[in-house]
């Protein structure tokens, strides 16, 4: 075979097997139901627009699906537990591609972070409140918010910023990433079609720009939702943010039997999920173990 069919084969496999792995840790890990898989949206109580916040959850949520995921499916459990609790909650989508249906999160991060800050102000506006709080799941609960914190002025419309896995500092996706860099091309292959995940990538213009600045702006409380287990947001401890206002958490020490990794995490764990409810109220925080995924 020519030198030139070989490299074009390796950069293909290279891509593909990438775009695999993110798809496979980072899509929702959760069955949804039928009516969901065929693309109906099951909102069970969120994205309610003639919700009112009460005085006790003042702040209305915002969720922000991971790559490859979408404004219903990351979303199925935590939503309604979230509105069971008296919040008027939220979801978008963003980074839509194309030709490409359901499967969001995929265009360049900067332009996604713009479709956020108009979403927050549409809830703000629907609402009545000065403020949201920001919960996310990978993408979304990581350098997409961020972004809009630290570039697009978002700091003084947000409340919390919860992330759940999110990749702050880049992943190596379990060292895949660096395959990317042994193939010519290869980055520019993943710009032109998947931009929303090479900006995810250790190393890419995008974190560059984001992480030029530090993690966290005045005035938002963080709180970072990690797990040793995470084989997509690696190492997890990248995940950490640094600066006031600032709690990371490891999922295990929380509840040391819970094994879910990066898409189990943010989609399906009520233990997780209890766990974003207490970084929401901490003043009626209580404590987070094994048994809460039955509370």
């Given amino acids: 075979m020519p030198p030139h069919k070989k490299s074009f084969r390796a950069l293909a496999c290279t891509a593909s097997t990438l775009a695999l792995a993110v798809t496979a840790g980072i899509a929702n890990a959760s069955a949804a139901p039928a009516d969901a898989k065929a693309g109906k949206t099951v909102t069970s109580g969120w994205n309610n627009w003639s919700c009112k916040p009460s005085a006790a959850h003042s702040q209305p949520v915002v969720l922000m699906h991971g790559t490859f995921g979408n404004s219903w499916d990351n979303w199925l459990v935590l939503a309604p537990y979230l509105v069971k609790r008296g919040y008027c909650v939220y979801s978008l989508d963003y980074g839509q591609k194309a030709g490409v249906p359901l499967v969001n999160g995929l265009g360049p991060i900067e332009k996604s972070a713009q479709q956020l800050s108009a979403f927050v102000d549409k809830v703000r506006k629907s609402t009545g409140a000065e403020k949201v709080d920001l919960v996310g799941h990978s993408q979304g609960g990581g350098p997409l918010p961020r972004y809009y914190l630290n570039f697009l002025d978002g700091a003084a419309k947000v409340g919390k910023l919860v992330g759940i896995a999110p990749d702050n500092h880049g992943t190596t996706v379990s060292g895949m990433s660096r395959l990317v860099d042994t193939v ?7 710009f032109l079609t998947l ?27 963080y709180t970072v939702i990690s797990t040793k287990y995470d084989e997509i947001a690696t190492p997890y401890t990248s995940q950490f943010l640094s600066g006031p206002d600032v709690r990371n958490v490891v999922f295990q020490d929380l509840c040391k039997l819970d094994i879910s990794e990066h898409a189990a995490i943010g989609t399906i764990d009520r233990v997780a999920f209890h766990e974003v409810a207490n970084a929401l109220d901490p003043a009626h925080a209580t ?8 509370s």
């Fill in 184 to 190: 010519p091309g290869a980055r520019k292959v993943f």
């Fill in 195 to 221: 931009p929303g995940v090479e900006d995810q990538l250790v190393g890419s213009e995008f974190l560059k720009k984001l992480n030029s600045k530090p993690d966290t702006v005045p005035g938002v409380e």
């Fill in 287 to 294: 404590p987070t173990t094994c048994k809460s995924a039955v």
